[in-house]
Antibody, heavy 122, light 109 residues
């Protein structure tokens, strides 16, 4: 079955960096686009970024553009999120998620990981 | 402020039918598929409806989705206590971002 396991979260000071990882299994990773979605404590879901199956195309939410970088290693079935210049408002549970490939375009998330918590605080 | 607009709360008694709306614009719901997710407190979201009105295997047929123009709707018939959760709609936007609704907290009275 599809498994997505995030890691790398923790407590970090404002302005510092953190790198999240998402180890995947149970499907052919290199055939799927992947997303990061976050959820601040007590708040709703906020989309962060997406990367195409081959790593060529990457798109970001305005709130993280220029600070976060999504990447992937298809040889290791792993997704990453490099987060720089972190702010207090980045405090959230970060989910790794797989995009469905049922259609050539316009499909969205069909599987979610359990999330890794990032806390930005001095 | 979320791009997709959902009512913050909804409620019903067991057995009733509840409907949750999701309003957007031409660039998101109007031109793209709508997805619905259920999130039970303390757990990750779970796919409920995909491509406007399709149910993944394992999702009861009490859940149904529809879309018309720039709005979408999730209906839950035969409401059960285990349906108490937060529900989110989502869609791609033509600006190559993904937008979510603010979420609707469903209470089963």
């Amino acid at each position: 079955q599809v498994q997505l396991v995030e890691s790398g979260g923790g407590v970090v000071q404002p302005g510092r960096s953190l790198r999240l990882s998402c180890a995947t299994s149970g499907f052919t990773f290199s055939r799927y686009s992947m997303h990061w979605v976050r959820q601040a404590p007590g708040k709703g879901l906020e989309w962060v970024a997406v990367i195409s199956y081959d790593g060529v195309n990457k798109f970001y939410a305005d709130s993280v553009k220029g600070r976060f970088t999504i990447s992937r290693d298809n040889s290791k079935n792993t997704l990453f999120l490099q987060m720089n210049n972190l702010r207090a408002e980045d405090t959230a549970l970060f989910y790794c998620a797989r995009e469905s490939n049922l259609a050539p375009a316009g499909t969205l998330i069909d599987h979610w990981g359990q999330g890794t918590l990032v806390t930005v605080s001095s | 402020q979320s791009v997709l607009t959902q009512p913050p709360s909804a409620s019903g008694t067991p057995g009733q039918t509840v409907s949750i709306s999701c309003s957007g614009g031409n660039s998101n719901i109007g031109n793209n598929y709508v997805y619905w997710y259920q999130q039970v407190p303390g757990t990750a979201p779970n796919l409920l409806i995909y491509m406007n009105d399709q149910r993944p295997s394992g999702v009861p047929d009490r859940f149904s989705g529809s879309k018309s123009g720039t709005s979408a709707s999730l209906a839950i018939t035969g409401l059960r206590s285990e349906d108490e959760a937060e529900y989110y709609c989502a869609a791609w936007d033509d600006r190559l971002t993904v937008v979510f609704g603010g979420g609707t907290k469903l209470t089963v009275l």
